[in-house]
Structure formats: structure tokens, C-alpha cells
């Protein structure tokens, strides 16, 4: 009898063990505590034996709604300056644990248990922390109800410990590090959430159900905090750093003999002007980025986006989103959404020309930046404020002209930078209104300049949302911009002739290029609405962007003259069958037009992706284009025709968990007149140890465009064509280019990464060809109806009509091949919390052939090693102070 009652008693106990409560708990009390914690991982300490925690948790994958696998027990407690949570997370099989360690941040599949925390109560914003079984740190910001941003690094403790109860952790998180209003009692919202990873497990406090939208507004009250404070306490982060450059260079250049040592030194601060406005300011910065940008070969006239690295711009950068708010999926088809504020205008490369006498010059790499600052937080009610600031040097280049005779020239003027920005929201965030504006100012010293770039720009936005029903079903979303750029004749003539504006297109109704303007104008603005939760899924918006609209002094924007929209939907299974564990099927009309009325793109596009029961993953679709008006072909000459085409693409990816992983995509593009392109990328993830990751990234392109821009003459009898002779060739573009990435972390805070991206790039021009007429895809090859061709020296020289009165033009030969090989290896250690020392390497070669074809004759890999490498060497040691 006694063992049925022992075998009862353990069906019960062993029922609740992975049942947790019943019941989710409507809020959780955070147990002030004066006992010295030790944060070690262990959970020793009475606060955590006598006090009963937290043990429900609900699966939000694999299994929605289900009960974890394995038992969680969590704990809250706080004194005056800490507020610390700890976690016992029991596993029946600890040696099953997957306990991979990687850099702060960084995506490694292991075991992992983390702290979300709302400090506002907003129901929209808030902070996490977390730690995985190895002891890898992870913390970001979380805004918008459902999107994070991993770049905010705090300064916090944790640790964990694997033990034969499962795995163990213990975070203290400074109140100094959250923002929050002051208050003699406080509710903050709170979440839990727990990995298991060879289950693909995530276990929460309450989870985001796969059809619906929305975290942040999910979470539990956490209540019991009192007589705390963030303090108006003071951070200081000075830095000492050392650089030394070995570059190659011209013979006989006087200002590079090839080597060069550089020191620097600096202070970063920050400051708590209250419980919940931070002050980030900077002294003599240090701006340099620790890792290197990726090669490309961009054969258009569109400036390429680059991503921020340098972390006083990358850190809380959420705050400056504009026009995103509210709506949690953003649909875009033939569009992006200007970016008000680009934070790599701010110590860009000098943009001033040099004389044309000028035999040898030494140009700053970069535009010194003098100070910096910026303000962030929330104020009165519910106000989130970011304001930033930043001045940059006047920059010169030193220069040599004919027989040693030296000098400087003046390459970018004194530059001031701001951006306010603001956003408030109503009613537990179902409606929110905000606000952006930027100011670039320059002081010229050399008006030349003048003639270069803008004096003075400025933005203006207002964004917003509404939620149309209390369950947050339906959202619409919006924002509308207004830009003022203002300058010398010259300089704003050149940017109405730019790739962004080209109002001296001959064809171009709505405006025309007016050379006696000193400033230019223009608006912006995008409406959307959104189903956020549900099986079936409806995305729809509207989007125009005026002709003379620029934020690009302080923004980033690569289109204007469109007025584009979408209709979009689709559905989504989410709950596991006989083969899929979740399938998503999505559809879309899309269509643009110029602000003549032109259609310069439409489509129908598909997209289905599948997720398999073994976790695998395969995504397919693809798009069909009819017959549109391209007006960027020519470059500023007429418009033309774009031809019927369609598009395939596709994307594959194995396990996660597995040692190896790959993930493999393809896209194709073709029309009817010939243009092919094609891309191949195979991604390869290796993790021979629990600390090493090693990543393999080659990627294949084919680019062959039946129409390739090679160059424009002015000629009389091209009436047609509006006195313009518009030349184009076939083109056979092939680039090979891989990433190789080695991880190799040795402790939480201890770390080397190493990074190699070689590239090579081949054109070949061939059929030239030059355009009949506007508004059409009509061309003539050259050598054919009475036009003739040759070539010689690497020139060629073409009569489009023969013996008749057209020009004789000539052109350069533009066949290349590139071969690019880029390098970095950073150690990082950081010392002590919030202090690190690095050491960086960085090496780049590049080479450069007037030829078209990529000739094996020489080992493959002597195209890179041959070439002349430049070597950067940099030590930098930053340092910590917390003052209260």
C-alpha cells in the first residue's frame, strides 16, 4: 500500500513539475533585498532559497501553448541600486544542454535565458538581458512593441554555471542602466523567456502568439519596487589609442613614404540628467570602425548604403527611425522609405574637388569630427525624445603642383549636424503621433566650394499611427516629409542634374531644370494599412516622393519622381502538420508611377515559404513585370522603354542546431529582349568547438544586360533623340566574391574575430549599340545600316550614319576586370564591465585590368596575394567610471 502511495504521490509531483501554475500570474513581486549577491551563477544566497518563484511558462514554438519540457523556476528581488533575477533551469538531461559560447550579441544556437523589462510601462518600449548556458552576454533595446535593437550595450553582471539540476543564472542589472520615471512606488512590465535549443524550444512568461502581433504590450506587471533611483549619475569612458599605417604608394609622392604612426585620445560621457533622460557626449571622439566595409562592384550612377559600425551612431540608433511606428510589417515593392537621418554623412570622406594642376595630394580618409552629443529618453507624458549634435573640422589636403611648389586646398568646410526627433503615444500605444527635423550648415572658407556642395538643408517629418479597433487588429500608418536644400547657382544646378533629381531630362514635363535657382524643394509622404493579427494576412500602401526632395546631407535616399502603392495579402498555417511545421503563402499587385503619369514599374509577385518538421526550410517565388517607361537608362536624356520580364528566386536552409549548417539562394532575372541575370550564394556555418564558429560564404553572379550604359555625345542630327547621341552595348558581367569569418571566443569576455572577403569582377563590352528614338527600345548596332565601328588602342571610334553628316564619336574601351581582397582581425577584451582593450589588423589590395575576361593562365589565388597590400595596425584601450 505505502509503495501506491509513493507511486501516486510521484505521478502528482512529477505532473506538476512540467504543468507550472494553472493559472499565469496577473503580476510578479520583486523582493527588496539588503543581502550581498554574488553573481556567480550559483544561486546561494538565501533571497533565492527562501522565497518562492516564478514557475509558469508556456511554449511559444515548437508547440504553441503547451507546456515546456522542462521545469523553470525564476526569482525577482532588487535594493537600492540592483535590480537582480535569477534562474534555475532544470533539464533532465544535463549533458544535452547545448552551452555554445559566442561573442556579446552574437546568433549562436545554444541554451539561453533571458530578462525583458518595460521600466515605463508603456506597453511599447522597455529593455532585455540575457545570458546563455555558456555565459554569452546579450542585451538591446526593444521598441515598437515588437521590434529590438541589439546595438545598446549596457554596462550589467551575469553569469551562469551548468549544474545536475539543469543549468543556473544570475543577472544584476544597475537601475543607472534603464530609464524610467520616478516615482515612490513603480509598476514595470516584465517577461521571461527560456531556449531549449535541440528542441527548437522557446518556454515564456506569456508568449506572442505565431498569428498575432505585439510583445512588449503582453507583459506581466512587475510591482514591489520602491525607494529606488537611476540617479543623476555620471559615466566616463576615456580611450588612448594607437595607430600605425603601412600603405603602398606613388613613386616620388612626397607625403606618403609608406609609413605613417598616428595617436589619439579621447573621452566618451554619459550622463543621467534625470531617472529618464540620458546626456551622451563625446570629446576628441574616436569614430574609426573596427570592422572593415564589403567590396562592391556598383555599375550604376546610385550611391551605395554602407551599414553604420562605430558604436557612439550604432548604439540606441532605434530612437531616430522615422515613419515605421505602430504597424509591425512593413511591405515595399519598388520602394524604400527615405532615411531622414544617415549617420555615415557625419565624418564622411572630404567631398571637396582639388586643382586640376595638382600632381601628388594627401586627403584625409575621413572628416574629423570636433564633438558630438545627443539626448536621449522620455519626457512629460509619454514623450520619447532623441536629439543629436555634431560638429565636424574643416578639412584640407596637402598638395604639390609643377616642380615641388606645395600648398593646401580647402576639401570640406566647418560642418554642423543636427537631428531632433520626437514620438508620443496615446492610449496604451494604440495611436501614436511623432516628429523629425534635420539641419546641415555649412561655413565655407574657399567659396569655391560653394560650387560643391550645399550651404544649408534641412528636413521636416510628421509620423503617426491609429489602431482602427481595441484588439489591434487593424492599423494604418503614415508619414509626410518636407525638404528645403539650399546653395550657390552652381551647386544646386549640379544637384538638379543629378542621378536623384535629373530635372534636365529633355522629356521631362512636370518640371524643368532652372539654372538660376538657389535652392530646391520638394515633399514626401507614405499611407499604409495593416492586419496585424490572424491567419490571413492584408498589407496596402501608397507612397509618392516629389522630384526635388533631398534629406541626402544627412539622410540617405537613392529615388524620387514616384508615386508607388500595393495591394498584398496572403496566409499562414502555423499549427504543425504531416510534413510542414508552419507554411506562409503571400501575393502582391504593385505598380509606379513618375510624376508625368509614366508607369516606370509594375508586377504580380508570390512568395511561399515552408518550414519543415525537421526544421529545415525551403522559400520560392518569383515576379512578373509587364512593358513599363524607364527614365534613368540614359541618364538624364530621354525616357525609354523597359522590357517585359520575370523573376525566380529561392532560398534553402538546414537545422540550425546541427554542427553544420547551410543555407543556400538563388535569383534569376530574364526579358524578352535578352538582359539575364542570375545569382547563386552558398552560406556554410561550422562549429567544431563550443566556442568556435566558422562561416564560408562564396556567392556567383551572372550579369549579362542586353542595354549597358557606356556613354552620351552631343550630336545635331540625333533629333530623335534630342540632339543627344545615347551609346550602349551588350554586357557580360561575371563576379565571384566570398566571406570567410572565423569566431573564436574564449571566455564571455575574451574574443577574436577574423574576417577575409576576397572579389573579382569582370565586364566585358561588346555589340555596341546607340538609341533610335525616345520612348522606345529601339537601338541601332553599330557596323549595321550604314554605321560603322573600330577599334584601336583601346578606343573605339564609331560613325552612326556613314558617310552622312552625323559626328563621328570615340569612346574608351570600358571592358575591366577588379580583383578586391579585404581583411580584419579584432581582439577584444573586455577587462573589466564596460572597459575593453582592442587589437585590430586590417589589410585591403586591389587590382585593376582593362580587360574583360577572367583568365586563369596564373593561379587563381595570385590575382590577390600579387597585389600591393595596405596594413593597418591599431591598439585602442577605453576605460570605465561609473560616478554617483
Known sequence: ???????????????????????????????????????????????????????????????????????SIVYVAYDSDNLYVAAQLFDTSPDSIMAYLGRRDESVDTDLFGVFIDPYHDKRSGFYFGLSAAGAYYDGILYNDDWDDESWDGVWEGKSAINDKGWSAEIKIPFSQLRFKESDTYIWGINFRRDIKRNQEE???????????????????????????????????????????????????????????????????????????????????????VEVDPAVVNLSDFETFFSEKRPFFIEGASIMEFGYGGSTSNWG??????????????????????????????????????????????????????????????EYADIEYDRGKRGEAEVEPLTSFSVVRAQKEFDESRHGIGFISTLTARDFKNNDLRNYMNSEAYAFG????????????????????????????????????????????????????????????????RLAINKQKGNWMFNSALGVIHPGFDVNDLGFMWQTNKINGHFAGGYRWTEPGDLFRKVTVLGSLFGTKDFDGNTTWAGVWYNISMQFLNYYWFEFGGAVNPQTTDINLTRGGPKTLNSP????????????????????????????????????????????AHNITLTVSPGLSWNYPDVQWVDAFDDTQAGKTYGRRYVFAEMRQKTFSSSFRINWTFSPEISLQLYTQPLI???????????????????????????????????????????????????????????SLRANAVFRWEYNPGSTLYFVWTQSRFGYEDNGAIRFQKPFPDRFLNQQPDNIFLVKFTYWWALR
Open 1 to 71: 500500500m505505502n509503495y501506491v502511495k509513493m507511486f501516486l504521490v510521484n505521478i502528482i509531483l512529477t505532473g506538476s513539475l512540467f504543468a507550472g501554475n494553472e493559472m499565469m500570474p496577473d503580476k510578479i513581486v520583486a523582493i527588496r533585498t539588503e543581502e550581498n549577491i554574488k553573481i556567480d551563477g550559483r544561486l546561494n544566497e538565501k533571497i533565492w532559497k527562501e522565497n518562492d518563484g516564478i514557475t509558469y511558462f508556456k511554449q511559444g514554438t515548437p508547440n504553441e501553448g503547451n507546456n515546456p519540457t522542462q521545469e
Open 203 to 289: 518556454d515564456y512568461l506569456v508568449y506572442r502568439p505565431k498569428k498575432e502581433s505585439g510583445f512588449v504590450s503582453r507583459f506581466v506587471d512587475l510591482v514591489g519596487l520602491n525607494n529606488i533611483s537611476s540617479g543623476t549619475n555620471i559615466e566616463l569612458l576615456p580611450y588612448v589609442r594607437g595607430k600605425s599605417e603601412h600603405l603602398h604608394t606613388e613613386k616620388g609622392n612626397p607625403f606618403n613614404d609608406g609609413s605613417r604612426q598616428l595617436f589619439g585620445f579621447g573621452a566618451d560621457i554619459k550622463m543621467g540628467l534625470s531617472s529618464n533622460i540620458t546626456l551622451d557626449g563625446t570629446i576628441n571622439p574616436d569614430f574609426g570602425q
Open 645 to 688: 520580364g520575370y523573376e525566380l528566386f529561392f532560398w534553402s536552409s538546414s537545422d540550425t542546431r546541427n554542427d553544420v549548417v547551410a543555407e543556400l539562394n538563388g535569383f534569376t532575372y530574364l526579358t524578352e529582349s535578352g538582359s539575364q541575370e542570375y545569382n547563386l550564394e552558398l552560406s556554410l556555418n561550422w562549429k567544431p
Open 333 to 394: 515593392f519598388n520602394w524604400g522609405n527615405p532615411q531622414f537621418f544617415y549617420s555615415r554623412r557625419i565624418g564622411r570622406r572630404p567631398a571637396g574637388p582639388l586643382p586640376d594642376s595638382v600632381h601628388f595630394s594627401d586627403v584625409p580618409e575621413g572628416t574629423s569630427i570636433l564633438a558630438a552629443g545627443k539626448i536621449t529618453g522620455k519626457i512629460g507624458n509619454n514623450w520619447n525624445i532623441g536629439v543629436l549634435s555634431a560638429v565636424t573640422q574643416r
Open 761 to 819: 569582377s569582370s565586364a566585358d563590352y561588346f555589340n555596341y549599340k546607340f538609341l533610335d528614338r525616345s520612348n522606345s527600345r529601339s537601338f541601332t548596332k553599330f557596323g549595321e545600316s550604314n554605321s560603322t565601328i573600330s577599334y584601336r588602342e583601346k578606343e573605339y571610334t564609331a560613325d552612326p550614319d556613314g558617310d552622312g553628316p552625323a559626328e563621328v564619336i570615340s569612346w574608351d574601351d570600358p571592358d575591366f576586370t577588379i580583383t
Open 462 to 525: 510628421l509620423d503617426g499611427w491609429t489602431f482602427l479597433d481595441k484588439e489591434k487588429i487593424w492599423v494604418i500608418s503614415g508619414w509626410m516629409g518636407y525638404s528645403s536644400v539650399h546653395g550657390s547657382r552652381q551647386q544646386i544646378t549640379s544637384l538638379q542634374e543629378s542621378s536623384l533629381h535629373r530635372y534636365h531630362r529633355p522629356d521631362f514635363e512636370f518640371d524643368k531644370l532652372d539654372s538660376s535657382r538657389t535652392s530646391l524643394n520638394g515633399y514626401a509622404g
